[in-house]
């Protein structure tokens, strides 16, 4: 009987400690994705719809550098990084700035730019799903039953590390502290001196490219479709609405705050109430708090 | 782009290996050729009326293009002999977007404006938009689901694939070869591909002794990351993981997980399309005994003299050949195979027309289906006989390749047990008049 | 005031335009005419849109209305056996009362806050219609949805069926409730509308109480966009969730947009020469694959080069061959 009960008590922590590093791993990718949209939208004032696109364009540069022309997984990251912010830098060149006093003209032309990236990976790569054998197998037991691959250990650290870089870089710089200047007040900044151009363009770059690389990082986890960005875009409004539309810790705060519900009610109960419990979260926060739950007081 | 590159290079590599089976094709086509010269030629144009642009296109397209690797073929041949006359094939298609809307204009394009004598759908959402104007018409339909059959739809069958009741003779097969395999857990996408699958899997498990320790995992169709999903099912230490219908989207990242997460057991699945990515991103030895339902096309054991469909090993090479290995699929050869049972019945009714097909096509009571001689059936689950059934091969992966281990009745199965089939699809909503 | 000859020529342009609306199937294909009747509910969608965006929110919900119109029609005729056309002025006024329920959360927000928040409703409506299977029959959605009755005129039997006759129908009800929407606008109540969205401080100041007409505006603007679902439900026979999602809704964004929203007219171009282009023109040219890209190419295009829709080139052209400078311009230079 002891026997037994021992028996269930393992499993159950087994289980319970396995559905948490899933958590980590799920709060990890979505922080990078959000954290990318809030600083786009604090700076700008537009909100990317094309955000997951951006996403699914980092993956389709792993899948075309890594799995075609069989560059080391590494190097395929880091353009992928490199090449999605430069689509950020597009996007603040031809769309975001002549529409800076039009955000909502801003919104609609993001809409464009996301059909057009869809359509350019189905013309490139097909409507079905890539493949991606994956760079690497390891896996570490933690303990009798619980699992960590290493590849979902690249997504925790790289979003740990850069996210860590971002908040120093904004704390600690000079031009962080302009970007901080610009989300709070735009006009009282461009008083100050500082370049509204220039500041956009960074954090476009910052922001496209933390899409890019988790887009970049998890696509051997996720099989890229052409059509991957619109689950992933859902999920970050989730998240940027409950931790407050313009604010950088909100969001990833929420992120962790949502994958570790929506994680846990899949496990526990099943994925769709899990993705209900969700959007009755977002609802919640809406109607009780606007702002968010970190947000400041609204905006008019 | 890449992809297209390397399909080009593939494609190029191939055509020269395989210059003897060109050279073949060829002087069939030279042949077919002198043909159409002397013979009174008419032509029948078929309507294909299928997603082929969006997220459901995979279910439409690859089909597509293995309608044309058919009509070519039949064409070259002299085209299908109906009455005195040799009628070519001409495939009309329009993309419905997998939106009842566009498929309702398309059909009425096909019927009204091209003056085809046979529509083939995917079906599903699909189909309702098109549902009054086919019967209205007397136009004759195939889908490939047949949870779109009721009493009401007297011209549309499904001929092809009876998705999911095929399913039981996996698990049938399972339990004979491994009757010690009996814990088993079920996942499935929640959509109307996913529910019915269950039922059937639910079905085969209980017929076959085996015991389901989890309730079924239904996950939503947008969800992403698998490794939750994964964790509740292994949690109960299963002896058998069934993935249902799930779609190759969600297969892949299952099998990924099963095998991160140190899954020992055996996998049972309606598809493994593009199974040797799964190796790929597993290990040979983790997919070794995988279960499924949809060989490839090059297997020997096509040649069985049971299987009705013609030349399944040149089908596969002129598919590959064209379109690349990697992207043969379930719905590559089903269209054709449609194509195959309606010319047999063209040619018995010595007419085109719709209802002159139709009523030939169940008059003999026998249909040459793809995988040997079947009938129609299906009053008790969808309200009407308008499925076909007979033989369903059970496809196992070995030493990293789908072979074909046997071809198995569901006649049989059913003459058994039916009511357990009943009893399931009642119990998750899914006999004909539980959902109209 | 306008004079008497403009007033003149608005006539015999409106009279030219119903003569043309009314020939326009027989001049059409069999196909067309399908084409034709799901643009012109269409065109009730996006005038309702308009309605909502003159007190200048901006809503991702709007086509999860016109859902919530087709999905209630459907269900009261299905159902509960009522009569089609009772049943879909049911449908729209079940689109209306759950715009004003809904008025109370979103209007608590503004601009982005109000976008993204009417976003979040229309997705948990769509996920309400997919777990509940009864009565909203899950991702299958709904079927055999009852048509609109035929007419025994005792000479003839007038069949909805035929895509002619639901032509002819859409006509009658979408040029009464564009009718309707036009002269809201024209009132005293649509110039409230206007005020709200330029000045809505000033106006709370002379005591118009803004929440009160925005939820108007959205109610009322619900109720024809649920008119149109009712439309649409009745005629195709099927409604289900993925047919109400966000792509949708962006394609209503993209007409609005691309033909301009200052005027009653400009969505209702766009819708009209977007289909166009989209259905017949890049159809037949077989360029299936690229079309979301081209659409992309247009909205970006006109986003950046046509801020005003493609209303505004009509008066561009005209001053154009008059040869005058844009008067705009010199009365801000003077």
Known sequence: ?300 | MYRKKLDHKISRRKFLATTTTTGAVLAVGASGFSNITHAADKTVKIGFLAPLTGPVSAWGKPGLDGCQIWAEHVNAAGGVKVGDDNYKIEFVAYDNEYDPGKARTGAAKLIKEDDVKFIMMLGGDTWPGVQPLAEKEGMLVSTLLPSDLTPDTKTLIAPCEVHPIYNVTGVEWLAENQPDAKRVVICAQDDALGTPSVATYLAAFEAAGMELVEEPLFFDPATTDFAPVMTKLLASKPDVLCLDTCYADYVHPLCEQAFQQDFKGTIISCTADFYPKIIDKTSKEFMEGFIFQFPDFDDPALNDERVNFANPNEFYAEYAQRYGAAEWSAVSWEYASIMDIWSDAAAAAGSVEPADVLKAMKASGLVKHAFGDAGWWGEELFGIDNAVVGNWPVVVIEDGKAVIKEYRSIPDWWAKHKDLMIKHFTALGQMWNQRA | MPNRKTNLSSWALGTALVAGLIVLPHLLSFSQREIAVLLIINVLLVASYRLMTLTGEWSLGHVVIMGVGAYASALFSKSLGVPVPLSMLLGAGTAAGLAAILSFPLFRMKGFYFLIGSFAAGEVIRLIWKYFTNPFGGAKGLKLIPSFPDINLGFADISFFEPENYYYLCLVVVGLSLFILYRIEASRIGLTFHAIHWQDKLAEAVSVDTFRYRTLAFVLASFFAGLSGTLYAHYIGTVNPTRFDVEEMVYVLIWAIVGGTATFCGPILGVVVLTIINEIILRALGLDTVRPMIYGGILIASVLFLPDGLESLGPKLKRLFAGKRPSGQLEETT
Request: charged share 10%; net charge positive; proline share 3%.
């Open chain 1, 1 to 300: 009987m002891g026997r037994v009960l021992a028996k269930v008590i393992a499993t159950m922590s087994e289980l319970l400690l396995q559905t948490m590093i899933n958590a980590v791993y799920a709060a990890s990718y979505m922080s990078l994705i959000a954290v990318g949209l809030v600083l786009i939208f604090g700076v700008m004032g537009v909100i990317n719809f094309a955000h997951g696109e951006l996403y699914m364009a980092g993956a389709y540069t792993v899948v075309g550098l890594y799995s075609f022309m069989a560059l080391p997984f590494f190097a395929a990251v880091v353009a992928g990084m490199v090449f999605v912010g430069i689509l950020g830098l597009l996007m603040e060149y031809a769309l975001f700035r002549p529409l800076r006093d039009n955000p909502l003209g801003g919104l609609i032309a993001s809409i464009g730019f996301l059909l057009i990236l869809q359509t350019a990976a189905v013309l490139g790569f097909g409507v079905r799903m890539a493949h991606i054998k994956p760079p690497t197998q390891a896996k570490f037991h933690l303990m009798e039953g619980v699992v960590l691959t290493e590849q979902r250990l690249y997504v925790i650290m790289a979003a740990v590390g850069l996210l860590s870089a971002l908040y120093v870089f904004l704390r600690k710089t000079k031009i962080g502290w302009a970007m901080r200047a610009c989300a709070q007040d735009k006009e009282a900044a461009a008083l100050q001196g500082i370049s509204l151009n220039q500041i956009s363009r960074i954090a476009m770059f910052i922001g496209a490219a933390l899409a890019g690389v988790a887009g970049a990082l998890t696509a051997p986890l996720v099989s890229p479709t052409p059509y991957m960005g619109h689950s992933v875009i859902v999920t970050a409004f989730i998240i940027i609405i409950v931790g407050g539309i313009g604010q950088l810790e909100g969001a990833v705060i929420a992120a962790i705050l949502y994958a570790f519900v929506h994680t846990f009610v899949t496990t526990f109960y099943n994925g769709v109430l899990a993705d209900i419990v969700g959007l009755v979260l977002m609802l919640l926060v809406l109607i009780l708090k606007p702002t968010g739950l970190f947000g400041a007081k609204e905006r008019a």
